[in-house]
Structures are given as C-alpha cells and as structure tokens.
Nanobody
C-alpha cells in the first residue's frame, strides 16, 4: 500500500512559478513509476508528467514541454513538479499518482495509487 500526500499548490499570477511536492509512504519507492495529473473544473483528469523508478526516464504532455520539470528523491520518498511560466490554462487540482513497475502510458487507469490533490490557480 502506498499513501501519497501532495503539497505546494496555491494562487499565482500568469508567468509565475510553483513547486509541488508529493510525499510517499511505503517501501520500495524506487520501484514505482510516479506521475502528476491535473483536473480542471468540468474536465477529465489529464496526464502532466511521469518519471520511472530506477531509470528516471521522464514522460510529459506537450502542453507543459519546456515549462514544467519532474524530479524525484528516492532516498526521501518524494516526488516534485517544478512549474514555470504558468498560464491560466494550468489551473486545476494536481494529483500525485503511483504505479508499481514500468511506465505503461498516460491513461490514469494505469496508475494504482492517488493522492488527494492540491489546488493550483493561475490568474490572468
């Protein structure tokens, strides 16, 4: 069982930055692929970024290319999302997610564990 707790959300102006953090409990964190998803009001949950466990290979949505960066600290069981050049379209609840083993695509259904989410609001 893995428990995920996100933090770092907030209100920021367009062009600003935020760094999200996800604390994971449980063992063998380095064997989990970790990801960030987001969900805007009235929209489906969408993939943002993922990082595999051992290889640290990353995967991202085109909408965040060059603006967001994912990282993980396997010693501390933490996942991060650095968000720069934020836009109003980035507004939503951001979720940390985990799946045991290799990355299997950006479909939320491939991830087994989810945090409660943290709100990010970008004002124009």
């Amino acid at each position: 069982q893995v428990h995920l707790i996100e933090s770092g959300g907030g209100l920021v102006q367009a062009g600003g930055s935020l760094k999200l953090s996800c604390a994971a409990s449980g063992r063998a964190f380095n064997r989990f692929t970790m990801a960030w998803f987001r969900q805007a009001p009235g929209k489906e949950r969408e993939f943002v970024f993922a990082v595999s466990g051992n290889t640290a290979r990353t995967y991202y949505a085109e909408s965040v290319k060059g603006r967001f960066a994912i990282s993980r600290d396997n010693a501390e069981n933490r996942l991060f999302l650095q968000m720069n050049s934020l836009k109003p379209d980035d507004t939503g609840v951001y979720y940390c997610a985990a799946r045991f083993g290799a990355y299997k695509g950006s479909d939320p259904a491939t991830f087994e564990y989810w945090g409660q989410g943290t709100q990010v609001t970008v004002s124009a």
